[in-house]
Structure formats: C-alpha cells, structure tokens
C-alpha cells in the first residue's frame, strides 16, 4: 500500500472495519518488514542461541545476504523517484485494529522462506528502476516537445532523473551482490528471511 497510497494505512484499515458486521471476522494477511544487515549481524554475534533461533530474519551469511538483496532493491527504487514498498510489523497491527472497534481473536505467523529465484528477481527489479537519460544523436522516444537528442538507456522513464555516474556504481553494486546470490549454496533450498502473519479481527456482536 506505501507504494501507492503513503501513509494512509490506518485510515484504509478504518474504512475496511467499518464494513464488518457484527460478529464478523476481518483477515489481515501482511508481512514484518525485512531485517536489515546490522540487525542479522546481531544475531551472528548474538551468545544467545534461543534468540537467534526466534529471529525472524534467520541467522548465517544467507539472511546477511537477502538483507543487502532488499536494502539495494529499495535504495534503487528511492534513486529513481519512487516509493519502495514499506512493511508495518505485526505489533502495529495488533495495536491498529483495536483502535478500529476489532478484537484480535488469533494470529498465526509463518517464516517466510526465500530462494536464489526470488534474490535474483528483487534484484531485476533493482536493475530495472536504474534509467538514466542519456544524449545521443537524434529524436531518440519520438515524441514531441523538443527534447533533441534526449533519449534513455531503456524504454521505461522514470522521474528521479538519476545521473549516469550514480547509476551505473549501483549497478556495479548489484552485479557483485548479484555473483554472491549465484555462488551462495545456502540458497538453493530457500532460507528464512522475515515472517508472513494473519490476523483475525473480530467486531463484537450487537
């Protein structure tokens, strides 16, 4: 939802309760947002192996390695002058829908497990959002408007008008992280990284 409507998660939430009837269930099926690289470092270091065996992110070089996946992916988003998409945690969840008028009656949380299939999409998504307008010889998309030789690398635009030298170090950036997915063994099975949850909602009967 941050992507398309920012900061309108509550009020989304308000107007979806309000259509509950009583004694109705609402199911709110979301995700914890992605652990960070410091916070899997954490748990490497951690002497606790209680708390590293509950960490939603998953300890080991895999779950560092999935967080440098997101954390490029969404910094590449931001250069091009998009929202990423932003996770809420399920304690916010929990809080929110008693602020709504509903009872939380159960929740159940699932690790989500993540491939070399999938690191390796969210970084083509990387890739992709890094357009940078570039001058060449010639009327380059076609259109109108006098642009001269203004054309782009790719046939997507987008608005952050990223320059050329910061485009392609993050490309760079992706390609090394991109040679550590492919040679990674712990990813061939799929790996922990963050938890998926459901809530149940319950408005109260009349």
């Not at 070089?61 to 998409?85: I, N």
């Not at 497990?113 to 959002?129: G, S, Y």
């Not at 950036?173 to 990284?193: K, M, Q, W």
Request: net charge negative; aromatic share 6%; glycine share 14%.
């Amino acid at each position: 939802m941050e992507g398309f409507e920012p900061y309108a998660q509550r009020a989304v939430l308000s107007k979806v309760a309000g259509l509950v009837s009583p004694g109705g269930v609402l199911y709110i099926v979301a995700a914890e947002p992605p652990p960070l690289r410091s916070e899997v470092t954490v748990v490497l270091t951690s002497q606790d192996a209680s708390t590293a065996a509950s960490f939603p992110g998953g300890a080991g070089p895999a779950g560092r390695l999935l967080a440098s996946v997101t954390e490029v992916r969404d910094a590449s988003v931001l250069l091009s002058g998009e929202r990423p998409y932003r996770e809420f945690p399920l304690s916010w969840y929990v809080e929110a829908v008693g602020a709504v008028g509903l009872e939380v009656v159960e929740v159940a949380a699932f690790p989500a497990v993540r491939t070399k299939k999938w690191a390796l999409n969210q970084l083509a998504v990387a890739r992709h959002h890094l357009v940078t307008p570039v001058v060449g010889v010639g009327g380059g998309d076609g259109g109108g408007g006098g642009s001269g030789g203004l054309h782009y690398e790719q046939s997507v635009t987008r608005g952050g008008g990223l320059d050329a030298a910061t485009a392609s170090a993050m490309r760079r950036h992706i390609t090394a992280i991109e040679e550590e997915v492919r040679a990674s063994p712990d990813l061939e099975g799929g790996t922990c990284f963050g938890m998926d949850f459901v809530i149940a909602a319950r408005r109260k009967p009349m």
